[in-house]
């Protein structure tokens, strides 16, 4: 039998110690994929009657239906204002507690109150915020001679801006400890040269802050991207006329008379799309 070498037995080893990790991630993510996938050809049956093999059917159903497509424009608007707004609001935060003042350690730990606290708490002081008549901005609005019985969280014209000044408030604290920490790793030297060149305080943003971020900033974007495509819970608990895709599928298998499989479809297809884009924007963006 023919030794063994020092290289194999390493990767045997790094095998052993992944192979947990591996088989979790089958477990948890990969088999609920694939099972979801298999649901998408069937009429699934909530009784005890076995499902009906329906092939493409219920793929047919939603391409053809007008509420997917309000409702994949919905959430692709609700991606790119939450993703962008949360960005920028996160790097003019960041801009300024890099910058030495007295109480920043206090301010810093402040600003991630929102991340970090439990979401049906801030969900309901939103909601008390919002509400007619006796909310604290119904009655600020109504000393400017608005209609103080607005309800805009439940008004589905309304309900979408809600939603997404929510989540942009709510997540903007992740964006700016990533590119805190970044900003902070930014050579000081960059800037001192910049200054003797004579460089203005937005030549040296655009030209040494900006670059240097753009790795994190691209990083995040698509990480909020992927987790603001697929956001349910804070959008059904703060309104569920908002009207996104996670909502629209909700609806579909469990509210009235479920349809499980088309919801599977659904699922299937918003997979499909979202791993399309992702390997886009890794290979053009990030250029990985």
């Known amino acids: 039998m023919p030794a063994i070498s020092l290289k194999e037995k390493d990767a045997r080893f790094g095998w052993k110690l992944v ?33 009906r093999f329906v092939g493409l059917q219920n793929y047919v159903e939603i391409l053809g239906d007008s509420s997917f497509w309000k409702s994949f424009g919905i959430t692709i608007l609700f991606t790119l204002t939450t993703v962008i707004g949360s960005i920028l609001l996160g790097l003019g935060v960041a801009l ?6 007295p109480g920043r350690g206090f301010v ?47 008004n589905p014209n309304n309900a ?3 939603v997404s000044v929510f989540n942009i408030w709510r997540n903007f604290p992740f964006v700016y400890l990533m590119l805190l920490s970044r900003l902070q790793s930014i050579p000081t ?18 030209h040494i802050t900006l670059p240097e971020l753009y790795f994190v900033i691209a990083s995040v974007a698509l990480l909020r991207g992927i987790w603001n495509f697929y956001k349910f819970d804070e959008v059904y608990l703060m309104s569920k006329f908002a009207n996104t895709l996670p ?8 509210s009235g008379i479920p349809e499980q499989g088309v919801a599977a479809a659904i699922a299937t297809i918003l997979f499909i799309i979202m791993i399309s884009l992702i390997g886009f924007y890794v290979k053009k963006v990030l250029k990985w």
Not at 19 to 48: G, K, M, Q
Not at 247 to 254: G, L, Q, S, V
């Open 160 to 162: 979408f801006w809600v």
């Open 108 to 154: 810093r730990a402040l600003l991630l109150l929102p991340y970090v606290t439990p979401l049906i708490a801030i969900v309901f002081a939103w909601k008390y915020i919002f509400l007619p008549i006796d909310g604290p901005l119904m009655k600020i609005l109504a000393v400017f001679g608005m209609d103080p019985g607005n309800d805009f969280v439940n």
């Open 19 to 51: 192979l947990p990790t591996v088989i979790l991630i089958a477990l948890l993510i990969l088999y609920p994929v694939i099972y979801n996938i298999y649901l998408s050809f069937f009429e699934v049956s909530i009784s005890d009657a076995p499902n």
């Open 96 to 101: 300024l507690m890099n910058r030495e003042f």
């Open 247 to 254: 909502i629209y599928i909700y609806e579909k298998a469990f």
């Open 189 to 206: 030297d960059y800037y001192e040269a910049a200054e003797i060149d004579g460089a203005t305080n937005w030549q040296k943003f655009l």
